[in-house]
Structures are given as C-alpha cells and as structure tokens.
C-alpha cells in the first residue's frame, strides 16, 4: 500500500472523541465502576476517512480493536502517552496488529525509531504477553516522538508536549482542519501549591509553555487522578485534580474541558459527584471521562 498524502473527503466534518479507557494506573471493572466506566486509557479520534488516531492502548484498546478490525481499517496512527502499564496493557490485545491489509504506525517518546521500537520491546519481548513484535504482522512501523517535533500524518498534525510525571510522558494537540484538541495526562501540576496559576500570580515557565500548547484548543482532556488533598499527600506521584486543570484551561481560552484519568478507588457514585460539582462550568465546560461516550468537536 502506497504511502503518500492522504486525499480525504473531511470539509466541514467533525473530530470525534471516543472514550475506551478512562479509569487510570489499573483498570477496575465491577458493580461500582460500571456506569463511569473501569478500563484504562484509550481515546479514540476520528475526523472524516482520515486514518484513526488511537491516543494510548490501555485497556480499552481491546474492544477499540475489535470495533478497527471490523471497519477494516487500512491504516491506523497509535501514540502512546509513556509506557506505564496502564497506557500499554491493551496494545497486544490490538486486533488490527494482525489484520491482513492494515498497517498500524506507533509512536511513543523516544529520541529515534529505533529507540521506540526498543522500548516497546522490552514489553513485548515474550515475558510479559506471548506474542512478540515480529509477530504482529501489521505493525508497520515507529515513530520517535520528541517534544514540539510536530507529526504530519496522513492529516492529522500532531504537536508532542513534555510533560511532569515520574519517567516523563507526553501529552498530544492533535489538529485537523482548523479543529483541535489536547490530551494531556498523566501528569502533575506545573507549579507549586502556593505559586502561579492557581495561586493568582504570573504562570511560572512551564505553565506559560502549557498555555501555549493548550491555546485555541476546543476540547482538552486532562488527568485530574486526584482531588486537591490526595495531590498534597502524593506530589510526586505524577498526577493533577479538577482545579488546576479547570485554571490552565480558563487561561488557555478551551472551549471543553474533559477530566480524564479516573482514580482507581472513584466508585461511580464518587465520579457522580464530582460531575456534578464541576458540569455547572461554563468557560470551560467541564465534563468527565465516561467509557463509551463520544464528544464531538
Ligand atoms: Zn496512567
Ligand atoms: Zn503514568
């Protein structure tokens, strides 16, 4: 299959979002999480017939997969945020990895192709899942993904941005025709308690160099694991709450703010209340994660 520019019919389409994963660092199906949702992070974009961007393969990738495999999806983009495990526990499980006729391209940070096939490898090297790299036939290729090196593919354009999260990760701003939308997570704020943003001063640096990525963004999808005491007692632990995201949205001007990367121990009826504190936003609108659900920008 040619590898060349992608001539997609996309004028006046939309970006959709779907949710596979939302839940963060392991998945938690069960009576409590059923109606939020128990998987780990997978995010589905689509825009048009351009190929489909799948942002990390947690869990959710499983039935993301199933649903590629039978649209017979030609090509497929994943980027993964980092490779913790519950952003790669479903990527073995990626049915269109072995679909004849489909090439899947991964990107993950990595400073050469090489470099991320690598990485990825030492996970799928036979000891923690079967099946190896070499054999999944439709994995087509890597992608190095650096910060602020955009990506043009096949449509999308997509900007990496560092983010604050023990071992790094990156977050994404994935733009197609004039549309555009962020996924950030995981990551810890960009200042500390007392100090920037949230705290009513000038934005440090790193939370200037986050404003600009998330600018003119219609929909941002953050993690907000924690709440503002469990981010105290876990600073290093790599992960935001609804208030800091809420601020760096407001200043950047988004639209939509989605919260994203659910705590673990969030029971359903928790994330109704937290829903319900925060879905009285308007600028942003805020909302949370909920597996299944597709926002449309
Ligand atoms: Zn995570
Ligand atoms: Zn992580």
Not at 145 to 153: A, D, T, Y
Request: aromatic share 8%; with cysteine; hydrophobic share 40%.
């Amino acid at each position: 299959m040619a590898i060349g520019k992608w001539t997609a019919d996309t004028v006046d389409v939309p970006v959709e979002l779907t949710f596979w994963g939302v839940r963060g660092s392991i998945p938690v199906p069960g009576g409590d999480t059923a109606r939020w949702g128990g998987n780990s992070s997978c995010v589905e974009v689509r825009h048009g017939d351009l190929p489909p961007l799948v942002l990390d393969c947690g869990t959710g990738a499983r039935a993301l997969g199933v649903k590629l495999a039978r649209e017979h999806a030609r090509r497929v983009h994943v980027l993964l945020s980092h490779l913790h495990a519950d952003h790669i526990f479903g990527f073995p499980f990626f049915m269109p990895l072995y679909a004849p006729g489909t090439q899947v391209r991964v990107g993950l940070p990595a400073y050469s192709e090489d470099e991320a096939r690598e990485r990825l490898g030492r996970y799928l090297n036979g000891s923690f899942h079967p099946v190896r790299q070499r054999e999944m036939p439709a994995l087509a290729g890597y992608l190095a993904v650096r910060p602020g090196r955009v990506l043009e593919l096949d449509g999308w354009k997509v900007t990496p941005h560092r983010l604050n999260h023990p071992g790094g990760s990156m977050g994404y701003r994935v733009e197609a025709d004039g549309l555009a939308i962020a996924y950030v997570t995981d990551t810890a704020p960009f200042a500390q308690p007392g100090e920037g943003l949230l705290a009513g001063e000038e934005p440090q640096p790193a939370e200037r160099r986050m404003l600009a990525f998330l600018q003119g963004c219609q929909v941002v999808v953050y993690d907000t694991m924690f709440d503002h005491d469990a981010y105290l007692e876990k600073m290093t632990w790599g992960h935001s709450y609804p208030e800091y995201a809420l601020a760096l949205a407001r200043a950047a001007g988004v639209d939509r703010l989605v919260l994203f990367h659910h705590e673990p121990d969030a029971s359903d009826q928790e994330l109704d209340e937290r829903s319900a504190r925060f879905g009285h936003e308007t600028a942003p609108r805020v909302r949370l994660a909920r597996e299944g659900e597709t926002i449309t920008v």
